[in-house]
């Protein structure tokens, strides 16, 4: 049952006089629950508290920690269909997804828990003492890495659960030893209140202090910024719009100590189709294709919404065939209408501009928050003419590019600005022009595939979800895969320090 | 034989008309050549040429940069006494410091040398695909490190050679791969040119690419910021005041595209001397801090500024002493009048607070630019009531509190801002309160050091110089010792790239 309250620490909390309600996308109305925006004392309050917690928190074991991960799994599980409905209802998204979805942030919370039963995950060196160097004796040097105090994080529209209350961010920051503040997302706050009460049965169940974790609800600014400038958060990590996670970012920068805002924003992920596959693979590449751009109705930040190929009769054939089997796919329901104007106003933005044709798009009567897949077409000058081109329009869109050459592809590439992914469809007989694209998509993006599709990230040691700004705020780490926990740590040094005294991990 | 001009890439360059001088501290006059400031024309020329030569750069292998690095630390030696004197006579510090810092510098860049020969250093993992997982195959994913692109270095003006034209920031620069262009400092121009000529000629000999390396000259802050506000600059490292870093800071996080600042700006470094070093080793502490606070005339980052103790009749006698000591010291000369004169107005913001007491100070006239060392004390509430008593004084001075207990030492220690370092002075039955006030110590700083004093940083694997806002601005990176070079690299995945096209690393 929810109840529409903050989680201030263990309790639940409703002083304010604001409140919003979630929509259901699908029937195209308001769900029933009434959710209370945080007032500045119950913000307050929360920070105080996760002050308070990270003194006993940043100290106990890995193990200990480990449990509550795990502890927060279990009670996600135990929520069963309770919270698969609520998902659904606020979603828009079908069963399967909520169920996968769920499997990938229980997945996500068990990796990390694995992650610090050993202290590896510290990096931890040790520079022994030479007492006889000269000129001077060397002193015995040991270093790790704690954690950095009371994290925000804001919940990402698009994952209601793995991007979300109890997503990658709040498993990553809490096995850092990190408390964690949630700004949960005003579009499923049903879903977050939920996700909230799984992880304060598993702090209470495990013997975390209060304060560990809070949950903060609130539909416009006012709740987000007053914890970003609150003097004792000490990060910030954000999943959503360019506008979004820049306003973060420059609050963040402002204050008098300035501290690290992680946020993974926009991206329009270039796909490089090379002739060869144009030549011997037009139909499975458009196959595979209308299927990545229209998966979760287009909603992923590692959606392709660009193609870049090299003009000519088979190419144009490609585009259509691209076109028609992904206006075939049956239109799929929104996250939201906000998401569903977005969708409208910033696919017009691009298929207005000169040059810009509309290959195909789905025409006739749909639902109120259903998407009209869209595929448009350009040349590579008309691009390299206007960057208006490189909007993100977020949902099941592409453009494709039509380069005179593969001189003017690069460029193309050159162009853009930072992203998450690039993709290279290539053939044996196209290799020998790969090195040129590789190093251009290089200064440009975090990961690069070679013939698959960008959507599906891979939680695992090697993955690097981020790239060059606006992709994310900080190229240098990462929000997917258990590199992530290294955006809350930051490196310490014990010298001479006596043994008895040092850390588990360093003695 | 220095020439006042810019290298902009390998070329000499003085297109502008504003010139500046540097100043021997010691016979309190100016150095008689005339250095020319950048113009905005060269100042872009060099960082167009860096983003160019990064093109190559990034893709030379190791054992290539490795040569370059060996090869500038052997053009810098083969300066010889030309080196040692320029810096002397721009510094006014001794023979022997010149030395010893030239030693330093050289032994930096052989040891990222050492680091960049084999790929380590790029953390590379690799997570291999297992076609037949259920429900979704996984993808055979590979992460490396790449570099950023062109840096920006800004020069210290208390290490004119290791933290300067070829200092700590530029060989971990050059070393990941990132061309450099350096800021040099307005006070010792000379020391950067000679330093700067060395980097060129090793450039050339190692075949790099025209523009991997640029010095820029300028005495006020129309150069530096130019630069930092270049869209082709990718990061920017620094070392000096809280005012200039973050001012620098602020430049950076308001460009359209936000870049990486590592600033390493102020810190009073507290030290804690437990009640049983007074009782037992008073007088071996006393000379040991007197010469800590007097080296280098106190002109380091990590000088102890702050000491901790806890009020009593001996505590007192300990700091008399101490006093004494400290005067008794031979006052030394100061890099530059600037310097002394903020010595001198940040030592009388400290010491006319009320409850200071001046235990000890260097009276009787001296040579206009040497420093009058001073040791001044002040209760634990007062220190408590005051924040204007944390203003670093750059220079031989320590500020001693007096804490009625031991839980107003700890509330000191929380009072404070982010620290460099602590330390703590204990004798065996200390220990027991070791842990909180070990713990207070590390929400402030980067590294504790037992027993010791907090100059002297060793270049090595587990060194951390850095901490929490204002030490440095992005307390997850160390500015010294071999985990510098990951301030200007990011992560960068490989998703089913054929092996054939893998760089050597990942293979």
Chains 1, 2 share one sequence.
Request: proline content about 6%; aromatic content about 6%.
């Amino acid at each position: 049952m929810i109840t529409g309250k903050n989680y201030i620490g263990n309790q639940l909390s409703a002083k304010g006089a604001t409140t919003h309600k979630t929509v259901n996308p699908k029937l195209n109305k308001e769900n029933p629950t009434a959710f209370f925006q945080a007032t500045s004392e119950e913000v307050n309050d929360a920070v105080e508290l996760a002050d308070q917690a990270f003194k006993v928190y940043r100290n106990i074991s890995g193990k200990q920690r480990a449990d509550f991960l795990n502890a927060i799994a279990d009670e996600i599980l135990a929520l069963d269909n309770e919270l698969t409905d609520m998902y659904m209802s606020e979603s828009g998204l079908p069963e399967g997804r909520a169920q996968g979805e769920r499997g990938r942030t229980v997945g996500q919370l068990r990796a990390f828990a694995d992650l610090i039963l050993t202290e590896n995950w510290r990096s931890n060196t040790i520079d022994e003492a030479i007492p006889t160097r000269q000129p001077f004796p060397k002193s015995d040097i040991r270093k790790t890495s704690i954690p950095l105090g009371p994290v925000v994080v804001f919940a990402a529209s698009n994952f209601p659960l793995a991007f979300s209350t109890a997503g990658g961010d709040t498993a990553s920051a809490l096995a850092s030893g990190c408390p964690v503040i949630v700004k949960s997302h005003a579009m499923h706050s049903g879903t977050g209140e939920l996700v909230a009460s799984a992880i304060i049965k598993a702090a209470e169940k495990t013997g975390m202090p209060n304060g560990v974790f809070s949950n903060i609800t609130g539909s416009g600014r006012v709740v987000g910024t007053a914890l970003v400038k609150h003097p004792k958060v000490k990060a910030v990590g954000f999943t959503g719009s360019i506008a979004g996670g820049r306003a973060l970012y420059n609050l963040a920068a402002e204050r008098e100590e300035p501290i690290p805002v992680f946020a993974e924003m926009g991206s329009i992920n270039p796909v490089v189709v090379m002739p060869n596959v144009i030549k011997n693979k037009a139909e499975e590449t458009a196959v595979t294709y209308a299927s990545s751009i229209t998966l979760g109705t287009g909603q992923f930040c590692t959606n392709p919404g660009l193609l870049l190929t090299i003009a000519g009769e088979k190419t144009d054939d490609f585009v259509k065939d691209l076109a028609e089997k992904t206006v075939a796919i049956a239109p799929q329901c929104m996250l939201h209408p906000n998401i569903k104007d977005g969708f409208v106003s910033n696919g017009e933005i691009v298929t207005s501009q000169p040059g810009v044709e509309i290959v195909g798009k789905v025409e006739g009567n749909i639902e109120p928050n259903f998407a009209e897949s869209t595929i448009a077409a350009v040349s590579g000058s008309d691009f390299l003419a206007n960057p208006k081109m490189h909007t993100e329009v977020f949902g099941p869109f592409s453009l494709v590019v039509k380069a005179k050459d593969q001189g003017e592809l690069v460029e193309v590439i050159d162009s853009l600005e930072g992203q998450l992914t690039g993709t290279v469809l290539a053939e044996k007989e196209d290799f020998t022009n790969l090195p040129t694209i590789a190093d251009a998509l290089q200064s440009k993006v975090g990961r690069i595939i070679f013939n698959g599709v960008p959507t599906g990230v891979e939680v695992c040691e090697s993955m690097t979800h981020g790239g060059p700004y606006p992709a994310s705020s900080d190229s240098r780490f990462t929000a997917v895969g258990l590199g992530a926990i290294k955006r809350w740590i930051r490196p310490f040094s014990y010298q001479d320090w006596p043994v008895e005294l040092l850390p588990e991990g360093l003695k």
